[in-house]
Nanobody, 118 residues
Framework: VQLQASGGGLVQAGGSLRLSCVASGSGFVVGQMAWYRQYPGQQRKVVATITRGGTTNVADSVNDRFTISGDNDKNTVWLQMNNLKPEDTAVYYC?????????????WGQGTQVTVSS
């Protein structure tokens, strides 16, 4: 199982980006997908989560600007980020909890850099 994240880049403050993450492989069932972000020298912190049933949770600091959505059939999660601010600059990571090989396992995708210029 692999998670492939994409969609990061450089954007001016006030702009938008849409991050995507696809879980690929076979024999798994996604339980939850999430986006985290990490500032230099700090631990990753959750930004938003979505369960297989569609329940979402977005961090208070961004819930007026970020939206998480997903497609179970495509094993894909998106993070729509609007009105971006310089403090949103970070490496964003996709995460998934999924059932695979008899257990519930946690997977990480590679990070995607988001840079917001002022």
């Amino acid at each position: 199982v692999q998670l492939q994240a994409s969609g990061g880049g450089l954007v001016q403050a006030g702009g938008s980006l849409r991050l995507s993450c696809v879980a690929s492989g076979s024999g798994f069932v996604v339980g939850q997908m999430a986006w985290y972000r990490q500032y230099p020298g700090q631990q990753r912190k959750v930004v938003a989560t979505i369960t297989r049933g569609g329940t979402t949770n977005v961090a208070d600091s961004v819930n007026d600007r970020f939206t998480i959505s997903g497609d179970n059939d495509k094993n894909t999660v998106w993070l729509q980020m609007n009105n971006l601010k310089p403090e949103d600059t970070a490496v964003y990571y996709c995460n998934s909890g999924l059932w695979y090989e008899g257990g519930y396992r946690n997977y990480w995708g590679q990070g995607t850099q988001v840079t917001v210029s002022s």
